[in-house]
């Protein structure tokens, strides 16, 4: 008896399950690294509050876009950012915030693990700035005075040259909208309160120049061949 009610009760979980559309959900990409392993420049707690809870948040509402706008679970986050302009701002919002720190933690890692330009990409970065040091103080620059919240971001544009460029709120450069740089992001950096306050209070320079230390040569060495 119990062996035919858990075989009927089964039946109707299926039928629903059935019944219901079949989502393609956004998922949350796990930290490459410990929280702690970003220390000093960037302290543990600030990564786990900025990974759990803003982050996964982004991930949760792009999600619950997925229903009034059943295309979007048809995309692959890529591909969503070069079509953001025929969806609603919280797809806009939230697809942007999805992809940007799905990038932000690939372009970082700990202290001393993040390789080097390799030197393909040393070469454009020399052609399009004059040398690695000008392009970081460009860079920095962008992101420091970013008005708000935003990102600064290192891309190679339709021509293949380099530019710096700078967006706001969760916007980024593969974007289709008139107000955009657009090209390949190779490097970007969240400048956001949320992803110093807690350590650098209104200090965003300081921020910005411990972040250096960070960055994942090896990742934008990928990234750059991925876009030549
Ligand atoms: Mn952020």
């Given at each position: 008896m119990l062996r035919v009610l858990c075989s009927a009760a089964a039946a109707v979980v299926l039928l629903l399950a059935g019944a219901l559309p079949v989502w393609a959900e956004f998922v949350l990409p796990p930290l490459p690294y410990a929280p702690d392993a970003l220390e000093p420049a960037i302290d543990a707690t600030t990564m786990t509050i900025h990974h759990d809870r803003h982050h996964a948040a982004y991930v949760a509402n792009l999600n619950g876009q997925i229903k009034a706008n059943p295309s979007l679970a048809k995309l692959s986050l890529d591909a969503l950012q070069g079509q953001?302009?025929?969806?609603p701002v919280a797809v806009r919002n939230n697809g942007g915030g999805h992809w940007n720190h799905s990038q932000f933690w690939a372009v970082m890692a700990p202290p001393g693990q993040g390789g080097e330009p390799a030197p393909e990409l040393l070469q454009a970065i020399n052609a399009s700035f004059g040398s690695l040091e000008a392009m970081q103080t460009q860079f920095s620059q962008a992101a420091a005075a970013r008005f708000g919240s935003g990102w600064a971001w290192l891309i190679r544009t339709a021509d293949g040259s380099m530019a710096i460029t700078s967006t706001a709120?969760?916007?980024?450069?593969?974007?289709?909208?008139?107000?955009i740089e657009r090209g390949t992001p190779l490097l970007g950096l969240d400048v956001w309160e949320h992803a110093y306050y807690l350590n650098y209070q209104n200090r965003r320079p300081d921020y910005i120049s411990a972040w250096w230390d960070l960055v994942n040569w090896n990742e934008v060495n990928t990234r750059f061949s991925a876009a030549a």
């Open positions: 953001i302009s025929r969806f709120n969760q916007d980024n450069p593969l974007m289709d909208l008139p107000e």
